[in-house]
Each structure stands twice: as structure tokens, then as C-alpha cells.
T-cell receptor, first 115, second 120 residues
Framework: AQSVTQPDIHITVSEGASLELRCNYSYGATPYLFWYVQSPGQGLQLLLKYFSGDTLVQGIKGFEAEFKRSQSSFNLRKPSVHWSDAAEYFCAVGITMEYGNKLVFGAGTILRVKS | DTGVSQDPRHKITKRGQNVTFRCDPISEHNRLYWYRQTLGQGPEFLTYFQNEAQLEKSRLLSDRFSAERPKGSFSTLEIQRTEQGDSAMYLC??????????????????FGPGTRLTVL
């Protein structure tokens, strides 16, 4: 079955420190991979996506992610975290169904930023 | 167009009541999705429309749930005889379709702010 695992429920980093959020997926076909961010009371905003090509993808707000097929991973990184990055982050894999497609999400990682 | 909108943003109801939520997708997006997000979890797929046709439904969508998209524009999600377990955030998303690849194509889904349902 298709699934996404985000092993860290909470992560706390200091402002200015680097960040890596882990994501592992299980999907038999070529994955379409996404990272979304959700702030309290807000919908999901797409940070970046991987469809094909270069395995290192750049996103908005200074985020990047690297697709590693051998490890079934798509970890999100940021070299220097800002206090405004505090939010919940979701990794997702796009699944093709019989007549369309859907996203399967991980359980999310809550990022706290300390000053 | 400013994005996907959902109404209401919050709904509190008593167990056994019916509720209906509305989603207005980004104009000209012919694909529309409903997801449900419970506390501490990621969103889970409920159903998918391409234009007015409901093409996919999750097993999560019990008989008490019904979704429509009558003219291929806005969509409604109705829950009948609500239960406390229905308390969740209901998210709507839309995406465009690539004309060349048809339904096999994959495009980014744009999410609305959600409707938070509390069943007392």
C-alpha cells in the first residue's frame, strides 16, 4: 500500500540554524513528491514538488528537497531557519488512481523555532 | 481569482444534525478534491471530481457523506446524521488538467483554508 512516513512529530531548532525534515515513502511506481506547509488556521501551501529530472529541487522560502530513489526518501532542508518558518510540514506522494489521482500525506512534522 | 475558497470556515453542530460545506475552486480548474484532516494527522483523501463527474471515492466516505459538483464549478460536501467522529478539518483542493495527457497528467493541487467541523 502507498504510504508516507515522517518520523519526527516535533522538531525544535534555533533561529538561524539549519533544518532537515525527513520523509520516506512507499509507492511502487515513479513517485510524484510534494512538501506542503500549514500554519495555524491556514490551508496547505506548496513548498516544492518533484516530478522528474534533477533530484535536488528548489522551492519557495529558501527550502529545498532531495529525492533519493535508493532510500525512498524526499527530505526537506533549509540552511537557515527564520522564526516565521514555525509551522507544520507535510510530505506527500501523488498516487494515480483508476480515473484520477490523489495525494497521500504523512502525519506531519511540527517545527518550533526558538530565538 | 485569489484561490480556493471554502465556506463556512468553522461549523459547530450537535450530533445527529446534517451539515453542508461549500468549496469554490480556482476558476477553470476542472479537477476538485475533498480531504479530511483529523488532529495530529495529515489530510486523507475523500473524493475527486473531474468537471461534474465524481470519479473516485475513498472508503472513508461512508453512506452519510455525499458530495456534488453540479455544474463543474463549485462543490458541496454534505454529512448527514453527524457523529462526534466526524469532527475534523475538511479541505478542498483544485488543480488544472493537462489537455495533452488527460487524466493521467499530474498537476499541483491548490488547497483552500478548510472548514473546521466540531460535532458536540
Amino acid at each position: 500500500a502507498q504510504s508516507v512516513t515522517q518520523p519526527d512529530i516535533h522538531i525544535t531548532v534555533s533561529e538561524g540554524a539549519s533544518l532537515e525534515l525527513r520523509c520516506n515513502y512507499s509507492y511502487g511506481a515513479t513517485p510524484y513528491l510534494f512538501w506542503y506547509v500549514q500554519s495555524p488556521g491556514q490551508g496547505l501551501q506548496l513548498l516544492l514538488k518533484y516530478f522528474s529530472g534533477d533530484t535536488l529541487v528548489q522551492g519557495i522560502k529558501g527550502f529545498e528537497a532531495e529525492f533519493k530513489r535508493s532510500q525512498s526518501s524526499f527530505n526537506l532542508r533549509k540552511p537557515s531557519v527564520h522564526w516565521s518558518d514555525a509551522a507544520e510540514y507535510f510530505c506527500a506522494v501523488g498516487i494515480t488512481m483508476e480515473y484520477g489521482n490523489k495525494l497521500v500525506f504523512g502525519a506531519g512534522t511540527i517545527l518550533r523555532v526558538k530565538s | 481569482d485569489t484561490g480556493v475558497s471554502q465556506d463556512p470556515r468553522h461549523k459547530i453542530t450537535k450530533r445527529g444534525q446534517n451539515v453542508t460545506f461549500r468549496c469554490d475552486p480556482i476558476s477553470e480548474h476542472n479537477r476538485l478534491y475533498w480531504y479530511r484532516q483529523t488532529l495530529g494527522q495529515g489530510p486523507e483523501f475523500l473524493t475527486y471530481f473531474q468537471n461534474e463527474a465524481q470519479l473516485e471515492k475513498s472508503r472513508l466516505l461512508s453512506d452519510r457523506f455525499s458530495a456534488e459538483r453540479p455544474k463543474g464549478s463549485f462543490s458541496t460536501l454534505e454529512i448527514q446524521r453527524t457523529e462526534q467522529g466526524d469532527s475534523a478539518m475538511y479541505l478542498c483542493a483544485s488543480s488544472p488538467e493537462s489537455g495533452l495527457a488527460g487524466w493521467l497528467s499530474y498537476n499541483e493541487q491548490f488547497f483552500g483554508p478548510g472548514t473546521r467541523l466540531t460535532v458536540l
